[in-house]
């Protein structure tokens, strides 16, 4: 297991390396730089030309990525062109404002699409499952942005039960606060993210119904609750580990939107300001990591599905 | 704050360059009307205004965007100040600023008694002190404070007294000097040697409050400042709250969660029946048609510029007469050295089809850069579009993402478009409207060069009194019409919505960039 860890992490830096590649040269072939973003008319070509020479910018761009993968395996992500600020300083902020609103919005979501999931499944075909399957349909066309401002005019604006703006009151850090704060994007991430797994449960639960094991249950007389209690469930809960494995990077960029719409302070929206702003270093940082995680996530389920399914350890011993 | 170059350069007269973003985030959106009363009413000894973005930097030395201005201008004071539409000098800091006959000095008596927030007085030793570092280039805002080749200096002659001395005269410098540099403390600031930076390592200052607490992509928190020379202000905390999204901060002016905040006229109708109160003012801002004039010919720019009716284009782009007033020449409206004895360029279709003929140039073709992200500019060059081709001009419409326009048309007779839409702020003094019309200039984005136009700005900055300055600004405005450089459509007012607990909003002065003049002057009702 060891060896093979190693082996996926080792295969993983060649694709962080492509990624990074291809994102710097997107970001290069721009037409305009961030010196644009923040030079003044008054300034004249001889100042903005000494600002890009401060900041490499005048160098060919493969010197450039160079220059900065250099500072990357040094563990230096180095400082936004805007706000001169550390990139790393600002993202141990940001990580944990989004993993607050990203980790128990989708928490929450697995929960309700494994009831549902299981529940649609179990009644294929009938009216309760055509009813949820409407319903996960309807949620997977939301646009999220859309959604938040149905939830900011309902819950905020009409009803007054939650603030709209931001994490905390201003001056405050109390837990009750945050949660306030948290009611609403929380709820459209919720509604973002469930649908999807919803689906996959129950295809999930569909196809295990197939299977001889349920027949032979059946066979012995079995009740249904006890089939599913007992033996469906556990089947179709193997594959939804490796979701969440995949669901490892959301917990950083998953909330772009959302964060954006509710002022929450987190890397979705750093993220979205670096990119009008072109301050690539931020851009290149939050990619890199958002693609880190996406590996890690996979690699993640993998190891969980091993640990899981005992019949993929072996046909992975047989290859 | 988009880039500078989506839209708007702004540049303050005396100033400290500001970049106002247009911000034009669309603003149409869920959450309609306002379906019951919203006020909050009670007293919470908090003022909470909404920008869009962190400040690009709290140096007040260097800080140049709208967000680090209204930082400096909260902690801060300047010497004096420019009233916004009558060119006027307010004093602050300052009891009495005088210049000498020859123009080559000005004496600048401090009023007794100021003192920093951290209680130490403010005295001549910090006014030069600060004048000092911001006439060092390397600190990137020095312009202002050097006249040609050379720096203004400037000495304490006593505790209360500082005296300028100006290589040359210039009628631009005198205002330059007074105003719009913020006064750091050198007992704070002393050792510092570097103020290139984005932020210092703390911010005192004798300003009407002091920051208590920035949390970078939330807020910044002040208190009031007992000891600020305007009296101690009768809101205890101020904060800035930071919120990008437009309909978001529509919805939190309704609740009544923020108390102030710049809105965009597609949203006026949904905060109708909510507790905030609506003050459009002028920006000074044009917002213009511009041509790139080597590629168009002359004949055709005004037969252009005859066919459209900037009424339609207006109200296109803001909705309601009541959110812009006109403008006719390079200076905004509002501006005292604005005239409008020149070429308005009143529509004339048959004047127009008329000079399409005389340019000889056969169905001609234009092609029309923009913004495609911002609606305004989208309403305008529909508009545009339409109107010119009543006269027998097509007008291609290329969009283009917010900073390319303005890369594109410096290419000069290389771009690939021949006209574009753009605005901006430059403040009070027409001297600087030169970095647009002066050949070469740095934003002379309209590649125009006119020697009599060059001429006119030198006479101007060398003109003696107000009047003779008139004189010369008003030929020189004429002069520029008659190139059909430049269409200019109108001042865009900008406008502010402010919750009706909220009072004192006259004596806090409604101003370009800052927002409130005086923010410590703000009262809850």
């Given amino acids: ?319 | 704050m988009k880039s500078l170059k989506t839209g708007i350069l702004s540049l303050l007269v005396a100033a400290p360059l500001a970049l106002a973003g247009c911000g034009n985030d669309g603003a149409d959106g869920g959450g309609g009307g306002a379906s019951e009363d919203a006020s909050t009413g009670a007293k919470t000894g908090a003022f909470t205004y909404v920008i869009s973005s962190d400040p690009t930097s709290l140096n007040p030395i260097n800080t140049g965007d709208r967000w680090g201005l209204t930082f400096a201008n909260i902690v801060y004071q300047p010497l004096a100040r420019i009233d916004g539409a009558t060119g006027e000098q307010e004093l602050d800091l300052a009891e009495s600023i005088e210049a000498s006959e020859d123009g080559l000095a000005v004496t600048v008596k401090l009023k007794p008694d100021l003192k920093f927030s951290d209680g130490e007085a403010l005295t001549a030793a910090d006014v030069v002190f600060t004048y000092n570092i911001k006439a060092v280039k390397d600190n990137g805002n020095a312009d202002l404070l050097w006249v040609r080749d050379k720096p203004i200096t400037a000495t304490a002659v006593d505790d209360l007294t500082v005296r300028f001395d100006l290589p040359y005269y210039s009628a631009a410098a005198l205002s330059n000097i007074a105003t719009e540099t913020f006064i750091l403390p050198e007992h704070i600031y002393g050792a510092e040697t570097d103020f290139s930076g984005s932020e210092l390592a703390e911010y005192i200052g004798s300003g009407p409050y002091t920051l208590t607490e920035y949390k970078r992509g939330e807020y910044l928190e002040f208190a009031a400042n007992p000891l600020y020379s305007g009296g101690q202000p009768s809101i205890e905390k101020l904060v800035l709250r930071i919120v990008s999204n437009a309909d978001t901060v529509k919805a939190a002016l309704q609740t009544g969660e923020v108390d102030a905040s710049y809105v965009v006229p597609a949203q006026l109708a949904d905060l109708e029946g909510s507790p905030v109160g609506i003050y459009p003012y002028p920006e000074g801002r044009v917002a213009y048609l511009g041509v790139v004039t080597p590629k168009v010919d002359l004949k055709l720019r005004q037969a252009l510029f005859f066919s459209l009716d900037r009424t339609q284009i207006a109200k296109a782009a803001w909705l309601e007469e009541k959110n812009y007033q006109y403008a006719y020449s390079i200076l905004p409206p509002s501006n005292p050295y604005a005239t409008t004895d020149l070429e308005k360029y009143d529509i004339d279709v048959d004047k127009a089809k008329a000079l399409v003929a005389e340019s000889g140039v056969a169905d001609p073709t234009l092609k029309l850069g923009y913004d495609g992200s911002d609606p305004q500019q989208q309403a305008e060059a529909a508009v545009i579009q339409s109107e010119a081709q009543a006269a027998g001009i097509t007008v291609e419409l290329v969009s283009l993402d917010g900073g390319t326009v303005f890369d594109e048309i410096e290419k000069g007779v290389d771009s690939a478009v021949d006209l574009f839409l753009g605005g901006y702020i430059m403040g009070i003094d027409p001297d600087a409207y030169s970095l647009l019309f002066r050949t070469d200039a740095s934003a002379n984005y309209f590649s125009y060069s006119n020697p009599a136009v060059d001429k006119l700005f030198d006479d101007g900055v060398a003109a003696a009194d107000q009047s003779a300055r008139k004189a010369v600004y008003a030929e020189l405005q004429a002069k520029i019409a008659d190139d059909a450089v430049f269409f200019a459509i109108a001042d865009n007012l900008k406008i502010i919505a402010i919750n009706d607990r909220i009072g004192g909003i006259d004596q806090a002065k409604l101003v370009s960039i800052y927002t409130f003049e005086k923010f410590g002057s703000l009262t809850e009702k």
């Fill in chain 1, 1 to 319: 297991m060891l060896i093979y860890t190693a082996k996926r992490l080792a295969g993983a830096i060649p694709l962080l390396l492509a990624v990074s590649m291809v994102v710097f040269g997107a970001m290069h072939l721009a037409p305009y730089d961030v010196i644009d973003s923040f030079a003044r008319p008054d300034m004249t070509q001889e100042q903005e030309d000494r600002l890009r020479q401060r900041y490499g910018l005048d160098r060919p761009v493969p010197i450039q990525y160079l220059n900065w993968l250099a500072g990357v395996l040094r563990g230096n992500f180095g400082y936004s062109l805007v706000s001169q600020h550390s990139i790393a300083d600002d993202l141990a902020t940001k990580i944990p404002n989004s993993i607050t609103l990203v980790a128990p919005a989708y928490l929450l979501a697995l929960a309700i699409a494994i009831v549902l999931g299981l529940v649609a499944g179990a009644n294929r075909g009938r009216p309760l499952d055509t009813a949820i399957d409407t319903g996960n349909a309807i949620g997977i066309s939301l646009p999220t942005f859309w959604f938040a401002l149905l939830v900011i005019y309902l819950f905020g604006y009409h009803l007054r039960w939650f603030p709209i703006i931001g994490m905390h009151s201003v001056g405050q850090t109390d837990l009750p606060d945050l949660a306030r704060h948290l009611a609403m994007p929380c709820l459209v991430l919720t509604v973002a993210f469930f649908p999807d797994l919803a689906r996959y449960v129950r295809s999930s639960t569909i196809s295990q119904l197939g299977e001889d094991y349920v027949t032979v249950q059946r066979a012995f007389g079995a009740s249904t609750s006890a089939i599913f209690r007992r033996h469906v469930s556990r089947h179709v809960l193997a594959p939804i580990i490796t979701q969440v494995g995949l669901a490892l990077p959301m917990l950083v960029t998953g909330a772009v939107i959302t964060e954006t719409i509710f002022a929450w302070p987190g890397v979705g929206k750093y993220f979205l300001d670096a990119v009008h702003q072109m301050d690539y270093p931020v851009v290149m940082a939050v990619l890199l990591l958002s693609s880190a995680l996406v590996v890690v996530g996979n690699l993640l389920a993998d190891i969980l599905y091993r640990v899981a399914d005992p019949r993929v350890r072996l046909t992975g011993a047989a290859a």
